[in-house]
């Protein structure tokens, strides 16, 4: 079903389409007052109908124009800068009609689209956004400056709240796994970690004297 019921209110999900193999994209079909927001860079093809807008603000972002806006608009963007993202994004909107857009990643690999509801919110690994509904909050966590200096990729992570549809990618194939099944705790290198839920309690450790790697463990 494309319906979610979320505090007594009905959500129309993003009908969409994965496609491909060694570098999959997502075909997604945009209503009337849906919105789908991207970074630059993963944009591939639209119908004529759907208008594309550039904004530095993402959807968490204030669109206001005083000052109390424009502070935020500048603690997001000076967020991104030092998380090695892209400062704008793309927003595109059918006008007249639904209309199609389609996007994809940067690296071969497969892609996976996550349903929000609101009860709970998907950390991924910096590089690993693709696009969303506007009604998704993107943000930034940053782990803290100790597991920065020991875990690089461990450090920045994406935050995504709110309702509605998420398309995420990785290089290579996705490996499901949930730590309930294996004691409560499982520990993964932090080049190879891509998304996880918001409950699960993450940290950075170093392994090793001598060609130390940094794992994940949650």
């Known amino acids: 079903?494309?319906?979610?019921?979320?505090m007594g209110a009905t959500h129309m999900a993003i009908s969409h389409k994965i496609s491909g193999n060694a570098m999959q994209l997502v075909v997604c079909q945009v209503d009337d007052?849906?919105?789908?927001?991207?970074?630059?860079?993963k944009f591939l093809w639209k119908t004529v109908n759907v208008a594309v807008e550039t904004?530095?603000?993402?959807?968490?972002?204030?669109?206001?124009g005083g000052s109390g806006g424009l502070l935020g608009m500048a603690v997001n963007a000076g967020k991104r800068m030092l998380a090695g993202e892209s400062l704008a994004f793309q927003y595109f909107t059918p006008r007249g009609g639904a209309g199609l857009i389609s996007l994809a990643g940067t690296l071969p690999g497969e892609m996976r689209a996550i349903e929000l509801d609101g009860s709970r919110g998907w950390f991924a690994e910096k590089d690993a956004f693709v696009g969303a509904e506007s009604t998704v909050n993107f943000d930034i966590a940053f782990s803290g400056l100790?597991?920065?200096?020991?875990?690089?990729e461990g450090f920045v992570l994406e935050k995504f709240t709110g309702v509605?549809?998420?398309?995420?990618?990785?290089?290579?194939?996705f490996i499901e796994l949930n730590p309930a099944k294996?004691?409560?705790?499982?520990?993964?290198?932090?080049g190879c970690l891509v998304a996880f839920e918001d409950t699960v309690r993450?940290?950075?450790?170093?392994?090793g004297a001598r060609n130390a790697q940094t794992l994940m463990s949650g």
């Open 1 to 6: 079903t494309r319906e979610r019921q979320q």
């Open 33 to 41: 007052g849906q919105t789908v927001y991207a970074e630059a860079g």
């Open 55 to 64: 904004r530095i603000s993402s959807p968490s972002g204030s669109q206001s």
């Open 146 to 152: 100790k597991s920065g200096l020991k875990g690089g």
């Open 164 to 173: 509605g549809t998420l398309f995420i990618a990785g290089a290579g194939n």
């Open 182 to 190: 294996y004691g409560g705790k499982i520990q993964v290198h932090t």
């Open 202 to 207: 993450y940290g950075v450790e170093r392994i």
